[in-house]
């Protein structure tokens, strides 16, 4: 699949009844979702002149992830970004809201990166949106909550990167908000990796499966 694809397929998921489309993005950490998600809304809106007359959005799992306060609640603060660290029926009802409700703007939390904490009302969708890309890690678990949420995506794509690339990526991201070099590794190694594994194995339930390394040498 070429970038030009990509766009086309996302174009011709529109719900010709009014509705909203959901196109999901999944993918192991530091793969490149967002990336691609920002690239995609780009190019789609790109012969829109405002924010509001956009007919993309791009709603991020990330705004998902359960406060440090409820985490330390759980004993979950040191699994932060293992699935049962992000409120998923809540994810899911938020997607199936965007689906049919187009009369007025729908907010999704998002996530803030230095403070690390979700915070609602961050990501407006107006009522021109006519598809919405959501990426997140869990879109294709097997679980209570992410099965929920999977029914509400029209098309779950999957993002295949070079994992000593995407280690590389996500070791230099975690030092550039903040953290040591030895807490950077360590987390790769013992969450993010963690991680990985869970989701590598969802691959085979995706609609497409998109390579980035092919994309990025375009
Ligand atoms: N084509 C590219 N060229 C250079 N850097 C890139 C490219 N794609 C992604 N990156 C970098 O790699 C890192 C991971 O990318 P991105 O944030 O898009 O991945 P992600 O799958 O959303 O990660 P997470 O699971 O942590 O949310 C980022 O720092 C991003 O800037
Ligand atoms: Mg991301």
């Not at 967002?34 to 690239?39: I, K, N, S, V």
């Not at 809201?97 to 009369?103: K, P, Q, V, Y």
């Not at 295949?160 to 070099?181: S, V, Y």
Request: aromatic share 6%.
């Amino acid at each position: 699949m070429t970038l030009p694809e990509l766009l086309e397929r996302a174009s011709s998921l529109a719900d010709a009844r009014g509705g909203r489309a959901v196109i999901g993005i999944v993918g192991a950490p530091g793969s490149g979702k967002t990336t691609l998600a920002e690239a995609l809304v780009r190019e789609l809106n790109a012969v829109w002149e405002a924010p509001e007359e956009s007919s993309f959005a791009h709603v991020p799992m990330d705004g998902f992830h359960l406060s440090d306060a409820e985490l330390t609640r759980l004993g979950l603060l040191d699994r932060k970004g293992a699935p049962e660290t992000f409120d998923a029926y809540g994810y899911a009802a938020l997607l199936a809201r965007l689906r049919i409700e187009r009369g007025h703007v729908v907010y999704a939390p998002g996530f803030e990166r230095v403070l690390e904490q979700p915070i609602a009302g961050t990501v407006p969708v107006f009522p021109a949106a006519e598809t919405v890309i959501t990426e997140g890690n869990y879109l294709l678990l097997d679980r209570p909550g992410w099965r929920e949420v999977r029914q509400q995506c029209t098309e779950v794509w999957y993002c295949q990167q070079d994992d000593a690339l995407r280690i590389k990526r996500l070791t230099e991201r975690h030092l550039r908000f903040g953290k040591t070099p030895e807490t950077a590794e360590a987390w790769v190694r013992e969450v993010d990796e963690r991680n990985a594994e869970l989701i590598r194995a969802t691959r085979d339930r995706a609609d497409l499966v998109v390579d980035l390394e092919s994309i990025a040498a375009e």
